[in-house]
């Protein structure tokens, strides 16, 4: 069985073969187009097309995928957006999930500042 890739608060970067997971208002905006044309009456949204194969989810609630069951978790500025316990529970998911010798690569803009 093909272990899983997932690229976690991907915005509008989905990579091919990967579970593309966001949370951003954005993102579900992109998968109810008719809500989101609503919205731009009313608001300033930029018209940016996005993908439709990204999975909305809020991984604050824990990752929805068996333990052992990830190859590899990209994550790129999404941490900072997590208050420290969120940050915390979001990493212990993210082991819980790797498989023995996973490879897991977060991006934030100033490590020692987060």
Same mark, same amino acid.
């Given at each position: 069985?093909?272990?899983?890739?997932?690229?976690? #608060?991907?915005?509008?970067?989905?990579? !091919?073969?990967?579970?593309?997971?966001?949370?951003? %208002?954005?993102?579900? *905006?992109? +998968?109810?187009?008719?809500?989101?044309?609503?919205?731009?009456?009313?608001?300033?949204?930029?018209?940016?097309?996005?993908?439709?194969?990204?999975?909305?989810?809020?991984?604050?609630? #824990?990752?929805?995928?068996?333990?052992? !069951?990830?190859?590899?978790?990209?994550?790129?500025? %999404?941490?900072?957006? *997590?208050? +420290?316990?969120?940050?915390?529970?979001?990493?212990?998911?993210?082991?819980?999930?790797?498989?023995?010798?996973?490879?897991?690569?977060?991006?934030?803009?100033?490590?020692?500042?987060?």
């Amino acid at each position: 069985m093909q272990k899983l890739k997932l690229n976690i #608060g991907c915005g509008l970067t989905v990579l !091919s073969g990967w579970v593309n997971i966001d949370n951003s %208002l954005s993102a579900w *905006l992109a +998968k109810r187009s008719w809500l989101r044309r609503i919205c731009a009456i009313f608001y300033a949204i930029p018209n940016t097309p996005w993908p439709k194969n990204i999975y909305f989810y809020d991984i604050r609630k #824990g990752l929805p995928f068996p333990d052992n !069951s990830t190859e590899i978790i990209y994550s790129s500025h %999404l941490l900072e957006h *997590l208050y +420290k316990q969120e940050a915390l529970f979001f990493m212990k998911e993210c082991y819980r999930v790797l498989v023995y010798g996973g490879v897991i690569r977060i991006i934030v803009p100033d490590l020692a500042k987060y």
